[in-house]
């Protein structure tokens, strides 16, 4: 029986854009990442998603609530490694634009901040959690993504060098 | 038959975005439904005010990762209108082709991965095996069709995300002939395949009938800008006068406002624009697109998951005479001149029309811009639909209630990445 990584691929505060390259990504891997991958939760894959155990999950976004930070804590708690990935995730930019406003622009969306909960400043994914690795860009860089992969892959086991 | 009844879908899946969907039922009626856009904000049209004209396109790409290329381009658009700027030929054939490159990645996204399951019983394209020759067939177009149009995106446009060629004034860089020659091959490759997918929502039985207005653009051909903003009530309009004839409507609980137009309901999106505009698809696809354009106009909700099918054929279809009619060949931006300057653009994004006004001062540093996302304008909609779904099935189980809301939200194909950016609201 092949051994399969346990993979959970999560989206914060973000555009997307790394979730849609992970998704062209599948294009000429499919079917090797499905022999190799347990997809245990990726929202954009599919309805069925369990919220257990993963060898690696990987984060998308910024964290701009506190409902989301501990949505991010729990994650964590369940993951053998975390991964950040792209520009949010990794420098909290540009999703947390806002904490660089003006005085002027700060007054502006201050009655949303506070109409949604929205945390007072926009975090990356380290200052919440503890990261494994960081797949940086905007949108990720697709080959530091496929390596980092590649490593997990061979660190648990699924593929050997 | 229910009587009382909640349902909460938490973070639909297999759609752009998150979103949440609320229920209430009591005493056998509709208390409420609640979209609830949950997609933080992200504040752009706060963010893009200080900078300059030629910066601001490339910042409001990251409001949406999937619809990158039509915020790029209608940010762009919106500036030349201020600068009064005119670009060349090829330029227009360049972003032309960059939305095709979009259009045929982020429909086949949609029918793919996120609606054909719906269709096959499936909770997820994963699930089907590819050991089975059917179902295998289905794996290798999905990934062949995307792929064609990612690559088409990644030669025109540099990337399919955020991508780096488009500026304002012109385009960064130039495909050679070989990448030409490749990627004519493989839009041809693809194409038959797109009729398998277009074969299967055809046949799909899904019908939700309701009456709207559909709104699209209507230009000279079957062309994602350009022209003038359509109902099908028969209001030609620029899209200057488009989104003074929208009407906010906030809707508290959801980080994103809808839109009304002229006080009505309206759809956008694919089903619109073949709705209103089919008769200007590409000669070929209406060759061979013939039977099934039979099926539109559509009230049926459906219906846009077969007209995104046949768009792709359309993208497909004009690019390939694009790319076979074109020599492209080196060529510098058009000058620009900044100035004090106010301008406006309307895209037809995947999922519908995209507008954007930007002002500036006389250095070319935004001061003041709006940004209107499709799924803002089909968001009232959406609501009403759950509601009706809802009260037209009490009889039925709630899983089966459940499942027939997420599939008709899946049938709008709602980016709630771009929805939920921010909008300067008005409280009253």
């Known amino acids: 029986m092949q051994k399969k990584l346990r993979v959970g691929w999560f989206s914060f505060s973000c555009c997307e854009d790394s979730t849609i390259l992970f998704v062209e990504l599948m294009n000429e891997r499919f079917l090797d990442w499905k022999r190799l991958i347990d997809f245990r939760h990726a929202r954009v894959l599919q309805g069925r998603n369990f919220d257990d155990y993963l060898d690696v999950a990987f984060v998308e976004g910024a964290i701009a609530t506190e409902r989301d930070a501990d949505e991010l804590v729990r994650i964590r708690s369940r993951s053998k490694r975390l991964v950040a990935i792209g520009a949010c995730a990794c420098e909290g930019m540009p999703s947390g634009q806002r904490n660089e406003f003006d005085e002027e622009k700060k007054r502006e969306i201050q009655f949303l901040v506070d109409r949604f909960r929205l945390c007072e400043r926009v975090r990356k994914v380290s200052d919440i959690v503890v990261v494994d690795s960081l797949v940086p860009g905007c949108p990720m860089v697709e080959q530091a993504f496929l390596d980092v992969l590649d490593k997990y892959l061979m660190e648990f086991g699924v593929v050997h060098a | ?428």
Not at chain 2, 173 to 188: H, M
Not at chain 2, 314 to 337: C, G, M, W, Y
Request: with cysteine; hydrophobic share 40%.
């Open chain 2, 1 to 428: 038959m229910h009587s009382e009844l909640d349902i909460r879908i938490e973070q639909l899946t297999k759609i752009e975005g998150h979103v949440n969907v609320d229920v209430k039922v009591r005493a056998g009626k509709v208390e409420y439904v609640r979209l609830k856009i949950s997609e933080n904000k992200r504040f752009y049209t706060q963010a893009i005010r200080g900078r300059s004209f030629s910066a601001a396109p490339q910042l409001m790409s990251r409001i949406c990762g999937t619809c990158s290329i039509a915020h790029l381009l209608c940010c762009i658009g919106a500036v030349e209108d201020a600068l009064k700027l005119e670009v060349s030929a090829q330029t227009k054939i360049l972003r032309l082709l960059s939305m095709y490159g979009m259009y045929i990645r982020d429909h086949a996204l949609h029918l793919y991965l996120f609606a054909l399951p719906d269709v096959l019983g499936k909770d997820s394209l994963l699930e089907l095996d590819e050991n089975k020759p059917e179902e295998r067939q289905w794996l290798d177009e999905a990934f062949a069709v995307k792929g064609a149009g990612n690559r088409l995106s990644q030669l025109i446009a540099g990337r399919a995300v955020h991508s780096p060629f488009p500026v304002v004034g012109g385009h960064l860089k130039f495909p050679d002939e070989s990448s030409v020659a490749g990627i004519l091959a493989e839009l041809k490759r693809v194409r038959p395949m797109v009729f398998h997918v277009i074969d299967a929502f055809r046949d799909c039985l899904f019908v939700y009938d309701r009456k709207t207005d559909f709104i699209a653009i209507d230009g000279e051909g079957f062309l994602p800008f350009g022209g003038e903003v359509k109902s099908s009530r028969g209001r030609g309009l620029s899209s200057r006068q488009y989104f003074q004839h929208l009407e906010k409507v906030v809707i508290p609980y959801s980080q994103a406002m809808g839109y009304s137009f002229e006080g009505k309901d309206y759809m956008v999106g694919s089903l619109a624009r073949i709705n209103l505009n089919s008769g200007k698809l590409h000669p070929s696809t209406l060759r061979d697109c013939a039977s099934y354009l039979k099926l539109f106009p559509s009230k049926n909700i459906y219906h846009n998951n077969l007209a995104q099918a046949i768009e792709t054929v359309h993208a497909i279809d004009h690019s390939i005479e694009l790319l076979e009619n074109t020599k492209f060949v080196q060529e510098s931006r058009a000058p620009v001149a900044a100035r004090a300057c106010e301008g406006t653009a309307a895209v037809e994004a995947p999922r519908g029309i995209l507008y954007y006004r930007v002002r500036m001062d006389e250095k070319g540093v935004i001061d003041d811009a709006t940004v209107v996302v499709p799924t803002q304008q089909n968001q009232i909609n959406m609501e009403r639909d759950i509601k009706d779904i809802v009260e037209s099935n009490l009889s039925m189980d709630k899983d089966f209630i459940t499942a027939e809301i997420e599939k008709l939200l899946r049938a709008y194909d709602p980016c709630m990445s771009c929805a939920s950016h921010f909008l300067r609201i008005n409280w009253v």
